[in-house]
């Protein structure tokens, strides 16, 4: 519930900011003497790409040790593969310097198991869709732009896995359950005029850390 007020709050503001905020001319400078771009550059943005180090591995673990599924049995060493997130974004810039859109992004932790007698293997699959604005510090079209932004909205996770003992296998465990996604982007970066680079430093769904190219039109 916290993670919804605080995610709603950071959407309201951005826009109340965005629309206190003039509208500059092609000949003003941005806040950080970047350079402007002489005409407008479109209102659509379409993003894909990776973000690192993502909220899901704390918000979607299953309550699951390693006792549990071998029942305390010797087995080997635990190993584990966490995927990045992989995005996709779509938004459009409605006035002034706020754009509103689409996120959604795919996760994956998976983690095994190999002993003598025993195997198990865990699929941790989480699926993302928020709604996202963003508000950007410098001239439109500027070389680079800055902003930063927020996103809240819900995301599936997929527990799946296959467990063997002594070569009796049983699915154990699996299910599907709903969580609060959000992401809080500190500060992004967007270089390139229609199709450019992005990075950004946030903290939530989409990583701490996330780049990837960035396309513009319309």
């Known amino acids: 519930m916290r993670t919804l007020v605080l995610s709603a709050t950071a959407i309201g503001v951005l826009a109340l900011h965005a629309q206190e905020v003039p509208k500059e001319s092609a000949m003003d400078m941005g806040a950080f003497g970047n350079r402007p771009s002489t005409s407008d550059p479109g209102r659509w943005r379409l993003d894909l790409g990776i973000g690192f180090n993502a909220a899901q591995k704390d918000a979607a673990n299953a309550p699951l040790t390693w006792s549990d599924v071998f029942g305390g049995r010797p087995h080997g060493t635990p190993q584990e593969f966490i995927w990045p997130v992989i995005f996709l974004e779509a938004e459009y810039r409605t006035a002034g310097k706020l754009s509103l859109g689409i996120h959604y992004d795919s996760w994956k932790h998976e983690r095994w198991v190999k002993g003598d007698l025993t195997y198990g293997n865990f699929w941790n699959t989480v699926t993302t869709y928020m709604a996202s604005a963003r508000l950007t510090w410098t001239s439109i079209g500027s070389k680079p732009e800055f902003y930063s932004g927020a996103m809240i909205g819900v995301a599936n996770q997929h527990l799946d896995s296959r467990v063997s003992h002594d070569g009796n ?6 299910g599907d359950r709903s969580l609060t996604a959000y ?25 701490f850390v996330s780049t990837g190219l960035s396309f513009r039109f319309g």
């Open 169 to 174: 296998s049983d699915a154990f465990p699996h």
């Open 183 to 207: 992401q809080f982007t500190a500060i992004g970066m967007r270089t390139g005029r229609l199709l450019g680079f992005s990075l950004e430093l946030g903290y939530g769904f989409k990583g």
